[in-house]
Structure formats: C-alpha cells, structure tokens
C-alpha cells in the first residue's frame, strides 16, 4: 500500500514539473511503443478476414477439410454422375473429366489454404494475442518499477538534504543510507526489466530493426 502511494506521488510530481522522470527506453524503441497497439489492430483484422477466407475447416487435417469443401462435393457429384452414364457416352467422359480436375483443383486450395495458415494466419494471431500483449504487459511493469525507482531516489534527495540541515546526523544518515539501498535495488530491477522480450531480441536490442518493421 505504501509503494502504491508512493508511486502515486511519484507520478503527480512529474505530471506537474516538481520531479524528473527517467526514460530507460531508447528512442527507437519509444517510436515502436507508440505503434505497437495500431500493429496489433490491423493484424488482428487481417487474421479475422483472411481466416473468413478459408473454405475449409481451420486447424482440421487435409482429409477433413477436403470433405467439406464445395469443389469436393461438386468432384463427387460429376464422378458418380459419369459413374451413372458410363465411360462409354460422350457426357459420361467429360464428366469424368471435369470431376477428375475439380479433384485437383480441390487439393490444390487444400495445400493453398494450409500453407497460408501456417506462414501467415498463425504468426498473425500470435503476433496481434500473444506477443504484443506481452510486450505491453512488460512495458507497463517496468513503468511501475521506474516509478519505484524515481520515487526512491526523491525521497533519498530529500532525506540527504535533510540530514545536511539536521542537528542529529544519526537518525537522519541512517534513513538516507535505507533509501540509497533501496533506491539501488530499485535500479536493480528496473535493468533486469529492461531486457527486451523475445519480439525485440529477435530483432536487435537497439530497436532500429523492430522500427522499421512497424
């Protein structure tokens, strides 16, 4: 509760000018945090349309989706319908012609289909549900942990002016040297937070690569 306070004040006093704000985030990379949630709306959009796309099932096996697509049933149709007539009649040969290449044209958009869900559908949602949402989690922890950190060193400033002014040393010295310890582990936490995730790891730790993709 009183860490909530803190950074309460903490970001009051930078809203208004009274205490300095730290910015552990290259510039590069506050250019991709404005952007980030705007990549995540177009790839979410671009998933949902290209996944109403697919004629067959998402996420079935080739023999599934081959089932229930509409050139499928329309291959069946023209077999059993030269089935019917007989190899022998001129109509019987060209259905089975033409029942025999929708056949294919229906394994060919089975492939299609598949192959674009694996390249593109899957990294799209991963990208728009998984990724960027962690990315974003993790930024919005290591703004509270800055604030823990500039809090910190506030009242640490604070407290070594105090001590500078006061006629007991001890007391004051002592709660000085506590919050540079604990304006240290704050500092401590904050690089550890600092590492880009996974997203940004594959791309470079300056952020210029990640930039100009976004």
Same mark, same amino acid.
């Given at each position: 509760?009183?860490?909530?306070?803190?950074?309460?004040?903490?970001?009051?006093?930078?809203?208004?000018?009274?205490?300095?704000?730290?910015?552990?985030?290259?510039?590069?990379?506050?250019?991709?945090?404005?952007?980030?949630?705007?990549?995540?709306?177009?790839?979410?959009?671009?998933?949902?349309?290209?996944?109403?796309?697919?004629?067959?099932?998402?996420?079935?096996?080739?023999?599934?989706?081959?089932?229930?697509?509409?050139?499928?049933?329309?291959?069946?149709?023209?077999?059993?319908?030269?089935?019917?007539?007989?190899?022998?009649?001129?109509?019987?040969?060209?259905?089975?012609?033409?029942?025999?290449?929708?056949?294919? /044209?229906?394994?060919?958009?089975?492939?299609?289909?598949?192959?674009?869900?694996?390249?593109?559908?899957?990294?799209?949602?991963?990208?728009?549900?998984?990724?960027?949402?962690?990315?974003?989690?993790?930024?919005?922890?290591?703004?509270?942990?800055?604030?823990?950190?500039?809090?910190?060193?506030?009242?640490?400033?604070?407290?070594?002016?105090?001590?500078?002014?006061?006629?007991?040393?001890?007391?004051?010295?002592?709660?000085?040297?506590?919050?540079?310890?604990?304006?240290?582990?704050?500092?401590?936490?904050?690089?550890?937070?600092?590492?880009?995730?996974? /997203?940004?790891?594959?791309?470079?730790?300056?952020?210029?690569?990640?930039?100009?993709?976004?």
């Amino acid at each position: 509760m009183k860490k909530q306070f803190n950074r309460m004040r903490q970001l009051a006093n930078q809203t208004v000018g009274r205490a300095e704000k730290t910015e552990v985030l290259s510039e590069d990379l506050l250019q991709v945090e404005k952007r980030l949630e705007l990549v995540k709306q177009v790839s979410h959009s671009t998933h949902k349309k290209l996944t109403a796309c697919l004629q067959g099932q998402q996420g079935a096996e080739a023999d599934k989706r081959s089932k229930k697509l509409p050139l499928t049933t329309l291959a069946q149709c023209l077999m059993e319908g030269s089935a019917i007539l007989g190899d022998d009649t001129l109509l019987g040969k060209m259905l089975k012609l033409c029942g025999e290449t929708e056949d294919k /044209l229906a394994q060919e958009l089975i492939h299609f289909e598949l192959q674009v869900e694996r390249d593109v559908i899957e990294p799209l949602f991963l990208l728009a549900e998984v990724e960027i949402p962690n990315i974003q989690k993790q930024r919005k922890h290591l703004a509270k942990l800055v604030l823990d950190m500039d809090s910190s060193r506030t009242r640490w400033q604070q407290t070594s002016k105090s001590s500078g002014l006061s006629s007991s040393l001890q007391p004051a010295g002592a709660k000085a040297d506590a919050l540079r310890e604990e304006m240290e582990e704050a500092a401590n936490r904050v690089e550890i937070c600092r590492v880009p995730p996974s /997203l940004l790891l594959s791309t470079g730790t300056d952020g210029g690569a990640l930039r100009e993709s976004f």
